[in-house]
């Protein structure tokens, strides 16, 4: 049996805003199918008489042949499904995200919401983090937004994705909806209160504690748990926004998800950060003590091409391709003292010493050199 001879059934899901179409063909697509309505209800599934647009082809069979065949095709292929439950919600959720590509920003998060307000909690994490687990318990107190991918549009709107997800209790049951397994529903209108990244301890350890993060750390933590940043249009500033928003951004160190609960209640009770609009913080800029370029054969140094380069209280990060540096503040000074140009090594000093004076211990040469050195270690710098 090929995948184009056998019986077909579509169902259409809504993810992160975008409709994905889920084709399933097979001896048991009819029940298939419905399976797929009642474990995706909350993302607005229902039946349609064709696949159009982004698609998802899926084929449950109980001939390994058949299996393999559609498999070879580009199909999700298995015997029930419970074992393709798990390929089907990444299969749309990559969809999804594709779609989205250069609009939203989307981070590897799961969030729940006050049920009345909508202000969510953000737990940010990769596999093995706790994140699921998290989300299926804290979504027995608060409202279930997602335990996969947060995505915020320009205004920090949260986009609701509300997926089915795996049973704690009986995971061989496949992917299930959040109503079976008893989790709030969240309002429509959802903003960020407060984004924890999630340091699950399994031992030794007595939790949960909160640490605020410097907001280039938290930047850079954030970075490297988002998707298609790149794509973004100025993506640093976007993720200092988000960091603005809700306040800070905090690293909770916990070991059960039951932790959280009391955790979570205590931030989303904190009033908002800001109820008006504040002006974003104004590029860092160039202050000219270098001087003219010199041509006595001096090592000279410049800015490489940056994605993206943000500045927070003097602290700065940067985005060199698909990854994000987090620098120190006098790495960030020699960054904007460059600008767009060029110097030496002595004509930084020099002007490190017009603006802070000599330093505590050893001199301002050495100590520029060390952080050039490091600046061109890790791409930041070049040296021309």
């Not at 030794?204 to 490297?224: C, K, M, R």
């Amino acid at each position: 049996m090929t995948l184009s001879a056998s019986p077909r059934h579509v169902v259409a899901v809504t993810a992160l805003g975008t409709q994905v179409h889920v084709e399933v063909a097979g001896g048991n697509a009819g029940s298939i199918a419905d399976d797929l309505l009642r474990a995706w209800s909350r993302c607005d599934a229902r039946r349609v008489d064709d696949a159009q647009g982004r698609t998802v082809r899926v084929l449950v069979d109980d001939d390994p042949a058949v299996i393999d065949d559609a498999a070879a095709h580009g199909a999700i292929a298995g015997p029930s499904g419970p074992v393709v439950g798990d390929q089907v919600a990444l299969a749309v959720t990559l969809q999804a995200m594709e779609a989205n590509e250069g609009d939203l920003l989307m981070l590897r998060a799961a969030a729940v919401a006050d049920p009345e307000t909508g202000r969510c909690v953000v737990l940010v994490g990769p596999a093995g983090s706790g994140r699921s687990t998290a989300a299926r318990t804290l979504a027995r107190h608060f409202g279930y937004v997602t335990d996969d991918t947060v995505a915020f549009t320009t205004s920090l709107d949260l986009v609701a994705y509300s997926k089915p997800l795996v049973s704690a209790d009986e995971p061989g049951l496949g992917l299930q909806s959040p109503d079976d397994l008893g989790l709030r529903e969240a309002p429509g209108d959802l903003r960020p209160a407060a984004v924890l990244l999630l340091e699950r301890h399994s031992e030794d350890f007595v939790p949960p504690v909160l640490t605020e993060l410097p907001t280039a750390e938290a930047i850079a933590h954030l970075s490297g748990n988002a998707s298609y940043l790149r794509s973004l249009d100025k993506p640093l500033h976007r993720l200092a926004a988000l960091v603005e928003e809700v306040g800070a951004v905090h690293r909770v160190d916990y070991r059960e998800a039951d932790d959280l609960v009391a955790v979570t209640q205590q931030l989303l009770n904190h009033p908002p950060v800001r109820d008006v609009e504040v002006a974003p913080a104004p590029e860092p800029t160039v202050v000219e003590l270098l001087g003219p370029d010199t041509a006595d054969g001096s090592e000279r140094v410049r800015r490489r091409e940056f994605v993206d380069f943000h500045v927070s209280d003097g602290i700065g990060c940067v985005m060199l391709g698909e990854s994000v540096v987090a620098l120190s503040f006098l790495a960030t000074r020699i960054l904007t003292l460059l600008g767009e140009g060029s110097a030496t090594l002595d004509q930084l000093a020099e002007a490190l010493l017009v603006e802070f004076g000599e330093p505590e211990s050893g001199d301002a040469r050495s100590l520029v050199q060390t952080h050039v050195d490091d600046l061109v270690e890790v791409g930041v710098l070049d040296r021309v």
